[in-house]
Structures are given as C-alpha cells and as structure tokens.
C-alpha cells in the first residue's frame, strides 16, 4: 500500500509546519499580551512615527524632505539631491548627508537606500522594539517563515496526493476514499493559515497593536500655506507631499527604484 507511505509523510509535513506556524504565532501574542500597555506615557518623534508607519526607508524620506523644507538639502525634478548645508542638526540628518558623500551631489535613490541601514536608524528600531511598540525581527520573521513553511506543506500534500492518485492501483481502496485522506492534512494546512491570519492581523510589518495606536492618536494638521505637514509624510510617505517639485524628485527616484 504504496499510498498509505505517501499519506504518513503527507501528515508529517503539515504536523511539523503546523506545530512551528502555531508556536510563531503563541509566540508573537505573548509579546502582544506583556507590551498590552507599552507606550501610554511614550510620545512618538517624527523619525518615530515613520518608521512604525514604513520602517527605515520612511525614515530616510522624511529625513529628505524635512532637509528640503529648511533648504538645508536641495532635491532636484531630476532626481538628484545636493547638500546646501553640511551641518546635520541629529544622526538622521548627518547619515543623510554622509550617504550623499564628499561632493556633496547624489541620486537620491541610493541616499536613501544608505540612510535606511544606518545606525541612527538601528537605534531608533531599538528603542521601539524595547518599548513595545515595534515588532521585533525575531517575531516578524518567525511568523512569516512559519506561514511560508506551511504554504510549502501544502503544495507537498498536493503533490503526494496526486502521485497516490496517480500511482497504479494496489489495493481495493477506492480512489476518493485516498483522496479523502489526504483532503485531511490539506485541511489541517488550511485552518492553521486561517489561524494565522487571525493572529498576525493586529500587526502590521513594523509597528505592534500598541504602536498602532499611538500612530492612530497622531494629529493630522495642515501648514497654513495648505501645505502637507511632515507628520503626515510620516505617517503616510512620499505621496503625501504637496509641493510639486518635492513630489517630481521623489517620482524621479520611485521610476529608479522600479528600474533597480
């Protein structure tokens, strides 16, 4: 009975990813419950709120824009960024202009994509992480590798299955009845990934339940010229920058990234 060899290693599979799915998940949740009121006295920083909003490249747009804004940095419709003033006024400002390098002119795209990794950000990642209010990289990446291992159990208890299915008949069990058996696993597989969207649903990539609320508290304001303020950059990225040259340069840069 070829089939019931295929149907053990069918439940092998979706028990092992299944277990790991489910402790991923527990996991996660038991941070959620002792963080449950991490944050109530935190007040969030600009830099703060874009990277429980985007991560660390939310970080470095806003870094950009906010430099632009006090024409200390000068963000061309070309896509370049050059350095008016070479004094940063905090490490996110200084690592920006240290991406840019000695003279002074870069392509935005790469500013930023060195201002992301850099430790200001790190240390800003942090001090969430430690607060409560960010998702750490072990619990972020314990759940999806838990809910990619799953999908893969799912694709092998198809594929063991249509091989029983397709494998000569050495027995008088009737070929619905084989795959009845292995619908079983698959439905194992099925309801764990159910589970799992359940539990990861309060988070989003970056930010915990409690750093979600705090973002939800943010004021959204308004300059008086009806200009997008920079917490709604933060909050909300490039696309909610109003002023048309601003926008252009950050465009420019997207189509770049695209090209990348």
């Known amino acids: 009975m070829f089939w019931v060899l295929l149907l053990l290693l069918a439940w092998a599979a979706a028990g092992t990813a299944c277990t790991r799915l489910c402790l991923a998940a527990v996991h996660a949740g038991a941070v959620d419950a002792e963080d449950a009121d991490a944050g109530r006295a935190h007040d969030l920083t600009l830099y703060e709120a874009a990277?429980?909003?985007?991560?660390?490249?939310?970080?470095?747009?806003?870094?950009?824009?906010?430099?632009?804004?006090q024409r200390r940095l000068l963000l061309?419709?070309?896509?370049?960024?050059?350095?008016v003033d070479p004094r940063g006024r905090d490490d996110m400002e200084r690592s920006v202009i240290g991406a840019?390098?000695?003279?002074?002119q870069s392509r935005i795209a790469p500013v930023r994509a060195a201002a992301a990794t850099a430790d200001a950000v790190n240390g800003i990642s942090d001090r969430l992480v430690s607060a409560g209010l960010a998702v750490s990289?072990?619990?972020?990446?314990?759940?999806?590798?838990?809910?990619?291992?799953?999908?893969?159990?799912a694709l092998a208890v198809l594929a063991l299955g249509a091989t029983a299915l397709l494998t000569p008949a050495q027995s008088d069990v009737p070929r619905g009845l084989v795959a009845l058996w292995f619908g079983l696993p698959l439905a194992l597989i099925l309801s764990c990934l159910a589970i799992a969207?359940?539990?990861?649903?309060?988070?989003?990539?970056?930010?915990?339940?409690?750093?979600?609320?705090?973002?939800?508290?943010?004021?959204?304001?308004?300059?008086?010229d009806d200009r997008t303020d920079l917490t709604s950059v933060a909050v909300h990225g490039v696309r909610a920058i109003g002023e048309p040259d601003l926008r252009a340069a950050f465009a420019h840069r997207e189509q770049q990234d695209w090209r990348a």
């Open 51 to 69: 990277f429980l909003s985007g991560g660390p490249r939310r970080v470095a747009d806003l870094t950009l824009v906010s430099m632009a804004r």
């Open 76 to 83: 061309a419709r070309t896509g370049w960024a050059t350095v």
């Open 100 to 104: 840019i390098g000695p003279e002074g």
């Open 137 to 153: 990289d072990g619990a972020r990446e314990g759940v999806a590798a838990g809910i990619r291992q799953v999908q893969f159990a």
């Open 197 to 224: 969207r359940i539990e990861v649903h309060p988070y989003s990539r970056w930010a915990s339940p409690a750093g979600q609320r705090l973002l939800g508290a943010l004021p959204r304001r308004r300059g008086r």
